[in-house]
């Protein structure tokens, strides 16, 4: 089974269960999403016809049955034509999969009615575990999303193939979320952990989330490998997803912003409950011996939410919760994604400064390494924890400061 990317004419090989964004980022086909896939901003939309043209497109099933969170996002017509969204759509048959041109470099506004680029992330580098890491510790592919020897390992590997300083972990971003209780799909090989149906089905479910078990489960397995890559002198990066993304894998996306509009102090109160369980989750990072807390809220941007709940929801929980852990660490470093740190800045919630190193050719590993100060958190942004291995002449690197009145 086979997808051809036009117009590039690239082709992929689909493995099963994955789907067409999966597989257009594993092939390099760019797709424009603002969400990474986690399936909320409804921007990857990509035309699906038979792999054989002189076919109708209806005339058999080509994609697996739409669930209702595509059917909201796209209009009866669209959907009549083969329209659909890459991250949720899996092919069942081969196709041809017709991507728009992107379009031209979208302009978001900030506090001061400017308008100005959104950070530009080319999601250098995969999340998922290459299969190489796989064959060379003989065990089952999942067994590196849940087992600590084995995510410490494979961490450790991939590093160094590809002449990282720092290991990361984990390799999915639905290790909060399930640790909240959602309900997480793991297909075959090669494709990475997704949110099943959404956990939290009406706005007053939001009242009955509970706090994370530190002890069990996935969560616990990825701090005890932060322990062992420690334990071995490996510098260690760990991957924490944002209160609003996290969220957001717990419900249904049209429920959550209904509920934003309706119910605020329910909305306020749920991120707060959360927001609360992932600082305790840096602490303990820290406490394990994680160097660089790396946190990204790829569905809480300002692009994808909009400005009015950016300010007064996702990106305020993200300056609450920096406060927080700086109450509870007295250094570390902290670097934000691109799009949330770039959001952040935008909308009057923080202010950078740039700096440049010394060094030629200098990687953003080192970088980040080198102002490591075990007195004072350092607040880091504007650039792709994926980029840590690449040499650049002109190494740069930002200091965020959060607003007083935020």
Same mark, same amino acid.
């Given at each position: 089974?086979?997808?051809t990317?036009?117009?590039?004419?690239?082709?992929?090989?689909?493995?099963k269960?994955?789907?067409?964004?999966?597989?257009?980022?594993?092939?390099?086909?760019?797709?424009?999403s603002?969400?990474?896939?986690?399936?909320?901003?409804?921007?990857?939309?990509?035309?699906?016809l038979?792999?054989k043209p002189?076919?109708?497109?209806?005339?058999?099933?080509?994609?697996?049955?739409?669930d209702?969170?595509?059917?909201?996002?796209?209009?009866?017509?669209?959907?009549r034509?083969?329209?659909?969204?890459?991250?949720?759509?899996?092919?069942?048959?081969?196709?041809?999969?017709e991507?728009p041109?992107?379009?031209?470099?979208?302009l978001?506004?900030t506090?001061?009615?400017?308008?100005?680029?959104?950070?530009d992330?080319?999601?250098?580098?995969?999340?998922e575990?290459?299969?190489?890491?796989?064959?060379?510790?003989?065990a #089952?592919?999942w067994?590196?999303y849940?087992y600590a020897?084995?995510?410490?390992a494979?961490s450790?590997?991939?590093?160094?193939?590809?002449?990282?300083?720092?290991?990361?972990?984990?390799?999915?971003?639905?290790?909060?979320?399930?640790?909240?209780?959602a309900?997480?799909?793991?297909?075959?090989?090669?494709?990475?952990?997704?949110?099943?149906?959404?956990?939290?089905?009406?706005?007053?479910?939001?009242?009955?989330?509970?706090?994370?078990?530190? #002890?069990?489960?996935?969560?616990a397995?990825?701090?005890?490998?932060?322990?062992?890559?420690?334990?071995?002198g490996?510098?260690c990066?760990l991957k924490v997803?944002?209160?609003?993304?996290?969220l957001?894998?717990l419900?249904?996306?049209?429920?959550?912003?209904?509920?934003?509009?309706?119910?605020?102090?329910?909305?306020?109160?749920?991120?707060?409950?959360?927001r609360?369980?992932?600082?305790?989750?840096?602490?303990?990072?820290?406490?394990?011996?994680?160097?660089?807390?790396?946190?990204?809220?790829?569905?809480?941007?300002?692009?994808?939410?909009?400005p009015?709940?950016?300010?007064?929801?996702?990106?305020?929980?993200?300056?609450r919760l920096?406060?927080?852990?700086?109450?509870?660490r007295?250094?570390?470093?902290?670097?934000i994604?691109?799009?949330?740190?770039?959001?952040?800045?935008?909308?009057?919630l923080?202010?950078?400064e740039?700096?440049?190193l010394?060094?030629?050719?200098?990687t953003?590993?080192?970088?980040?390494?080198?102002?490591?100060?075990?007195?004072?958190?350092?607040?880091?942004?504007?650039?792709?924890?994926?980029?840590?291995?690449?040499?650049?002449?002109?190494?740069?690197?930002?200091?965020?400061?959060?607003?007083?009145?935020?």
């Amino acid at each position: 089974m086979y997808i051809t990317f036009l117009p590039s004419g690239r082709r992929a090989r689909v493995k099963k269960g994955e789907t067409i964004l999966q597989a257009a980022k594993r092939t390099g086909v760019p797709i424009e999403s603002a969400c990474s896939g986690t399936r909320c901003c409804g921007l990857c939309r990509v035309h699906v016809l038979p792999e054989k043209p002189s076919k109708r497109w209806d005339d058999e099933p080509l994609v697996a049955p739409s669930d209702r969170r595509e059917r909201s996002a796209l209009s009866p017509e669209e959907r009549r034509d083969g329209w659909h969204l890459a991250c949720m759509t899996k092919p069942v048959a081969s196709i041809r999969v017709e991507v728009p041109k992107p379009k031209k470099q979208r302009l978001i506004p900030t506090a001061t009615g400017e308008k100005l680029p959104v950070f530009d992330c080319n999601h250098a580098g995969s999340e998922e575990i290459p299969a190489f890491v796989i064959r060379k510790f003989g065990a #089952s592919y999942w067994d590196a999303y849940q087992y600590a020897p084995l995510m410490s390992a494979a961490s450790a590997l991939i590093a160094d193939s590809n002449g990282d300083e720092v290991c990361k972990l984990p390799f999915c971003v639905t290790i909060e979320a399930g640790a909240f209780g959602a309900e997480i799909s793991y297909p075959e090989n090669g494709v990475l952990p997704l949110p099943g149906q959404p956990m939290i089905q009406r706005i007053e479910d939001l009242d009955t989330l509970g706090d994370i078990d530190f #002890s069990q489960g996935r969560i616990a397995e990825v701090l005890e490998a932060v322990r062992l890559l420690h334990a071995v002198g490996r510098r260690c990066v760990l991957k924490v997803e944002a209160p609003f993304t996290v969220l957001s894998m717990l419900m249904d996306s049209l429920v959550l912003f209904r509920a934003v509009r309706k119910d605020r102090p329910r909305v306020d109160a749920a991120l707060a409950k959360i927001r609360k369980n992932l600082v305790e989750y840096i602490r303990r990072a820290f406490l394990a011996g994680a160097d660089i807390i790396s946190y990204a809220d790829p569905s809480g941007v300002v692009e994808f939410v909009g400005p009015k709940v950016f300010r007064d929801v996702s990106g305020r929980e993200t300056i609450r919760l920096l406060r927080d852990v700086q109450t509870i660490r007295p250094g570390g470093i902290i670097h934000i994604c691109g799009k949330t740190s770039t959001s952040l800045e935008y909308m009057g919630l923080a202010t950078s400064e740039t700096y440049e190193l010394p060094e030629p050719r200098a990687t953003f590993a080192h970088a980040l390494l080198s102002i490591h100060d075990r007195r004072k958190i350092q607040v880091t942004g504007h650039n792709c924890i994926l980029v840590t291995a690449a040499p650049i002449p002109h190494q740069r690197i930002s200091f965020l400061s959060l607003a007083e009145d935020a």
